[in-house]
């Protein structure tokens, strides 16, 4: 059985602002001696947080952009914890939930299963069927019918373009996705990809175009089988 587990990888603000509250320094209760000075003075050099490519990576927050951000105020041990959590989904934002993706059962090696949806001003289903018959023909694609048994989504939304009374060609909105299970939730959930439009194609040319986005979406995912 192949099963991803994906996590949310941002890392809400607020989470970061409560981080750098904890690292405001204190008031002073007793005043500093020169000794003091020099000894707390030595232990920020060596305790201060710096910029790594993981705050990068897990904070999503850039070298350019650390000191702006406050992260630059934080002590390495408490910076190392935030990107620690935000590594292992934990750092405490309630949007934050594990998903696993994929079919329950393995597919065939080199070959996606793929769900299409259509939806919009296609009353008669041509589109839809234009659409699914153009897929239909890539490459190590199997066409299911549902997003459980999917390893990736293409979602369509068609408008029709009118001269009057009459057809000049469509406008197709579409987003691909991966079909996922909030584990939390015991919901569907999808991780998006690709965001696009198509304008004024017509029929035909529509779910060609649509076909050969989805095969290029697609690399990736035959490669990894």
Same mark, same amino acid.
């Given at each position: 059985? @192949?099963?991803?587990?994906?996590f949310?990888?941002?890392v809400?603000?607020?989470v970061?602002?409560?981080?750098? =509250?904890v690292?405001q320094p204190q008031?002073?209760?007793?005043?500093k001696?020169?000794?003091?000075v020099?000894?707390?003075a030595?232990a920020?050099n060596t305790?201060t #947080?710096?910029?790594?490519?993981?705050?990068?990576?897990?904070?999503?927050? #850039?070298?350019?952009?650390?000191? =702006?951000?406050?992260?630059n105020r934080?002590?390495?041990?408490?910076?190392?914890?935030l990107?620690?959590?935000?590594k292992n989904?934990?750092? !405490?934002?309630?949007k @934050?939930h594990a998903?696993?993706?994929g079919?329950?059962?393995p597919?065939?090696p080199?070959?996606?299963r793929?769900?299409v949806?259509?939806?919009g001003?296609?009353p008669?289903?041509?589109?839809?069927?234009?659409?699914v018959?153009?897929?239909r023909?890539?490459s190590?694609v199997d066409l299911?019918?549902?997003a459980a048994n999917a390893?990736?989504?293409l979602?369509?939304v068609i408008?029709e373009q009118t001269?009057g009374k009459?057809?000049i060609?469509?406008?197709a909105?579409?987003?691909t996705s991966?079909?996922?299970?909030?584990v939390?939730?015991?919901?569907?959930?999808e991780?998006?990809?690709?965001l !696009?439009t198509?304008?004024d194609?017509?029929?035909p040319?529509?779910?060609?175009?649509?076909?050969?986005?989805l095969d290029?979406?697609?690399?990736a995912?035959?490669g990894? @089988?």
């Amino acid at each position: 059985m @192949r099963i991803r587990s994906v996590f949310w990888s941002v890392v809400a603000g607020g989470v970061i602002a409560g981080q750098m =509250m904890v690292a405001q320094p204190q008031p002073q209760t007793k005043p500093k001696t020169s000794a003091s000075v020099k000894s707390g003075a030595a232990a920020k050099n060596t305790t201060t #947080s710096a910029w790594t490519p993981d705050v990068q990576q897990y904070l999503g927050v #850039s070298q350019g952009s650390f000191s =702006m951000v406050g992260l630059n105020r934080l002590s390495k041990a408490q910076l190392d914890a935030l990107v620690i959590a935000a590594k292992n989904g934990t750092a !405490g934002d309630p949007k @934050r939930h594990a998903l696993t993706c994929g079919p329950a059962t393995p597919g065939q090696p080199g070959r996606v299963r793929v769900w299409v949806t259509v939806a919009g001003d296609d009353p008669q289903g041509q589109r839809q069927a234009e659409i699914v018959q153009a897929i239909r023909g890539l490459s190590g694609v199997d066409l299911v019918d549902s997003a459980a048994n999917a390893d990736r989504a293409l979602h369509v939304v068609i408008q029709e373009q009118t001269l009057g009374k009459r057809t000049i060609g469509y406008t197709a909105s579409y987003v691909t996705s991966i079909p996922c299970k909030d584990v939390a939730r015991r919901a569907d959930a999808e991780i998006k990809g690709q965001l !696009g439009t198509y304008t004024d194609p017509k029929g035909p040319d529509l779910a060609r175009d649509l076909a050969g986005m989805l095969d290029q979406d697609l690399q990736a995912a035959r490669g990894m @089988r």
